[in-house]
């Protein structure tokens, strides 16, 4: 009463076919959620349909891609008139944003503190 070559082969298309049958179960339920799920969030965030989100999407993508752009243009600014920062102490006055005197803040340092701030 041996198990035969024949007999482990069919054990093997068995569980070939349940593994396949059980990925498509999986693959169903996953679709299923993100459609529930994109529905969801397609009503709470107010898209009409999917198209419009992709749509939305690309014009975020195209502004931090702009961003990007523009942050290095500054950053290359930068590098290439280092001497030109100044960096805020304390005789600059309350956390080295207002100036304690009346003067004219020139725009590469208004840039430097305004930075300075947004990195904090």
Same mark, same amino acid.
């Given at each position: ?46 898209? +009409?349909?999917? @198209?419009?989100? #992709? $749509?939305?999407?690309?014009?975020? =993508? &195209? ?14 600014? +930068?590098?290439? @008139?280092?001497? #030109? $920062?100044?960096?805020?102490?304390? =005789? &600059? ?28």
């Amino acid at each position: 009463m041996g198990v035969t070559l024949a007999d482990i082969k069919a054990q093997e298309e068995k569980l070939k076919k349940e593994q396949a049958k059980l990925r498509q179960q999986k693959k169903r339920l996953i679709e299923k959620e993100n459609a529930e799920m994109g529905k969801a969030l397609r009503k709470h965030f107010g898209f +009409e349909s999917f @198209a419009d989100f #992709e $749509r939305w999407l690309s014009s975020i =993508s &195209d502004d931090q891609q702009h961003e990007k752009s523009v942050d290095n243009e500054w950053l290359a600014d +930068e590098k290439s @008139a280092p001497s #030109e $920062r100044d960096y805020p102490d304390e =005789s &600059d006055g309350l956390f080295g944003v207002i100036p304690n005197k009346k003067s004219q803040m020139s725009e590469s340092k208004f840039t430097s503190i305004f930075n300075d701030v947004n990195l904090r």
